[in-house]
């Protein structure tokens, strides 16, 4: 037997509970914030948490990130290993005198100091290109509060939202 549609006073308890907990979560935050986060957006937010998809889609967004961030850093380990193994081979191989030793591995050093920077920014690029889909997923959904942005405190204001959602989805809503 299927669920009872939930009634017109049932969707605006729900609805009140929601601007109720964002206002509340919304206060928590420092004032940089809280100017960013009218009543408007958030009661907007609000109804688009009527249909549970939209924390779905959130934690879908999360668990990806989780994902990404971990291959990432495993890439940068490896880069990391790929360099100290280096280091212990090239140094082990060459039967040198003390300075050439010291200039070898001063070379080496510097060289994959550079590689690890450019490793770093390539990582970030790839970072900050999913933050760019994951608005751009939020954005076509309906979400307020969300475009695709490089503007740092927008990004803060956007994460704090993504916040709020995954933490209402812990929460009993009444209907």
């Known amino acids: 037997m ?8 049932d ?33 907007g937010l609000a109804n688009s948490l009527l249909n549970d998809t939209i924390f779905e889609i959130v934690k879908g967004l999360m668990e990806i990130q989780h994902v990404t961030e971990k291959h990432l850093f495993q890439q940068r380990l490896q880069l990391l290993n790929q360099q100290k193994i280096e280091i212990q081979e090239g140094l082990s191989s060459l039967a040198l005198d003390e300075e050439k030793r010291i200039a070898t591995k001063l070379a080496l050093q510097k060289r994959h100091k550079d590689e690890l920077r450019q490793t770093d920014m390539k990582l970030v ?3 900050d290109q999913k933050v760019s889909d994951q608005q751009g997923i939020l954005e076509k959904a309906g979400v307020p509060g969300f475009y695709v942005t490089n503007n740092p405190t927008e990004i803060q204001v956007q994460m704090r939202l993504c916040d709020f959602i995954i933490r209402l989805s812990k929460m009993k809503i009444p209907c």
């Open 2 to 9: 299927a669920a009872a549609s939930p009634t017109p006073q």
């Open 11 to 43: 969707l605006q308890r729900k609805l009140y509970f929601l601007v109720e907990q964002l206002q509340q979560m919304a206060s928590e935050l420092p004032s940089k914030y809280q100017m960013r986060l009218p009543y408007e957006l958030l009661s």
């Open 125 to 127: 690029l790839q970072l």
